[in-house]
């Protein structure tokens, strides 16, 4: 028997009443009329609306001071991921999109310009905000239809980083996602600078759409051979790092001059080795790794063989802001030649710990500083179980540029960090060490 999960069941219990009172505030669709029956109930007439005073009170609370103005327009188009040509959705035709900063306390008012082919909404990820902001779809809002434009406007109450993306089917697993960062003036600032590094899981445009993914997977692995449905190897073993190769049929070789995959607006039929990932098992994640084998994985919307680079001077300290936009895919992220200082995990501060990385899942942020040694050194993202890695480089130097094929920091092998020891931390809880 198939059990429903909280917001199957949140959305049958509360979609009829509380759209009606959604629709209204935000304009996107007209607001339905209620049966007599149904405006009489006492169970409607206690509802909290969007307009409700609890609500007004709420944001009052808030104490919200000045206003920053945003703008987010996801729309279909072709995107170079540092040599692959890939046809998805974007916001504003980067990945990840524009990154957001505000200030505590300030007003976000950011402006929704649907460019799609199909309904959307943008939900904030983490932040604390009114529900009717919140972007769920059939939940807290009416979806914004094709051509149509929503007014997002709430108060930013706590500190820290924060993301933004669809909660509209698998939008989020194209490249509709970009960074929210809420800085507080009152938070000493003791680093020279703050880098933001978003991690992701990349498919679309290689032959397979999400959409495609989730059918697949929905169909499951019968009449696939063992071979089509294993992890994708790499050309050596895991000390080589060389990345993972991706399909034959993909549409895209990887070059920059490479044609570009069918648009991700068209009805292509897939293509490619099936997407169903078999045998991915990490210990650290207590088994299963993941279910989905993917081409290529992401650190700010760039292949590993082009990787970004983030410059400082030896001896200056970094914030790093570290996201985890991923669809199936947890990360163990390191600076080689480096220890991290965790000091926020999912946007809050935690009692400082040192680690030589971290074990990031999907939706989870950390925060780490770290001061700068003198070189050049990779930023690595190993994709947990799936022999795999993303990478970045930080240059604080001159010398020549490693090859971003054959690094693999030392510091993978040792301790971690994970959100549930940050939580632990009072009661002695130190990093752990991989099995």
Do not use: I, W, Y
């Given at each position: 028997m198939s059990i429903p999960d909280r917001r199957t069941v949140l959305r049958s219990g509360l979609a009829a009443a509380a759209l009606g009172a959604v629709g209204a505030a935000t304009g996107c669709t007209a607001r339905p009329v209620p049966s007599p029956a149904m405006a009489a109930s006492p169970a409607r007439r206690h509802l909290i609306g969007p307009r409700s005073p609890q609500v007004a009170a709420a944001e009052a609370a808030r104490h919200a001071t000045g206003t920053v103005q945003a703008g987010v327009a996801p729309e279909a188009g072709h995107v170079d991921l540092g040599g692959p040509v890939v046809a998805t959705w974007s916001f504003g035709g980067q990945v990840p999109g524009p990154e957001i900063r505000v200030r505590k306390g300030q007003i976000l008012q950011a402006l929704l310009v649907n460019r799609l082919p199909v309904e959307t909404t943008v939900h904030w990820h983490g932040v604390a905000i009114r529900n009717d902001m919140d972007g769920v779809p059939g939940m807290t809002q009416a979806p914004v239809p094709p051509g149509r434009e929503f007014s997002y406007s709430f108060a930013v109450a706590e500190s820290g980083t924060y993301w933004y993306h669809p909660h509209v089917g698998v939008q989020l697993d194209r490249g509709l996602y970009g960074p929210l960062i809420v800085e507080d003036p009152a938070e000493p600032a003791d680093y020279d600078h703050d880098w933001t590094v978003v991690l992701d899981d990349w498919i679309d445009g290689t032959g397979y759409t999400p959409d495609q993914v989730l059918?697949?997977?929905?169909?499951?692995?019968?009449?696939?051979?063992?071979?089509?449905?294993?992890?994708?190897?790499?050309?050596?073993?895991?000390?080589?790092?060389?990345?993972?190769?991706?399909?034959?049929?993909?549409?895209?070789?990887?070059?920059?001059?490479?044609?570009?995959?069918?648009?991700?607006?068209?009805?292509?039929?897939?293509s490619g080795p099936s997407p169903v990932l078999s045998g991915a098992r990490s210990p650290l994640l207590g088994g299963d790794a993941g279910d989905v084998r993917y081409p290529w994985y992401l650190i700010n919307g760039r292949v590993r063989t082009a990787p970004r680079t983030f410059s400082a001077r030896p001896g200056q300290r970094a914030r790093i802001r570290f996201i985890n936009a991923a669809a199936d895919t947890s990360f163990r992220v390191a600076l080689g030649g480096h220890q991290m200082t965790v000091t926020h995990t999912d946007g809050y501060p935690v009692a400082p710990a040192r680690a030589d990385a971290l074990l990031i899942g999907m939706g989870e942020r950390y925060d780490v500083q770290v001061t700068l040694y003198d070189g050049v050194?990779?930023?690595?993202?190993?994709?947990?179980?799936?022999?795999?890695?993303?990478?970045?480089?930080?240059?604080?130097?001159?010398?020549?540029?490693?090859?971003?094929?054959?690094?693999?920091?030392?510091?993978?092998?040792?301790?971690?960090?994970?959100?549930?020891?940050?939580?632990?931390?009072?009661?002695?809880?130190?990093?752990?060490?991989p099995t």
């Open positions: 059918d697949a997977l929905r169909n499951g692995m019968g009449g696939m051979s063992m071979a089509a449905a294993s992890p994708s190897p790499v050309t050596s073993s895991m000390t080589g790092m060389s990345g993972m190769p991706m399909p034959a049929s993909s549409g895209s070789s990887g070059s920059p001059g490479a044609t570009p995959a069918p648009s991700p607006v068209s009805s292509a039929p897939p050194f990779p930023l690595t993202a190993l994709a947990e179980g799936k022999n795999a890695t993303a990478l970045a480089l930080v240059r604080t130097g001159g010398g020549s540029r490693r090859s971003p094929t054959s690094v693999r920091p030392s510091s993978t092998e040792r301790s971690r960090h994970t959100a549930s020891c940050a939580r632990r931390r009072q009661r002695g809880c130190r990093p752990a060490r």
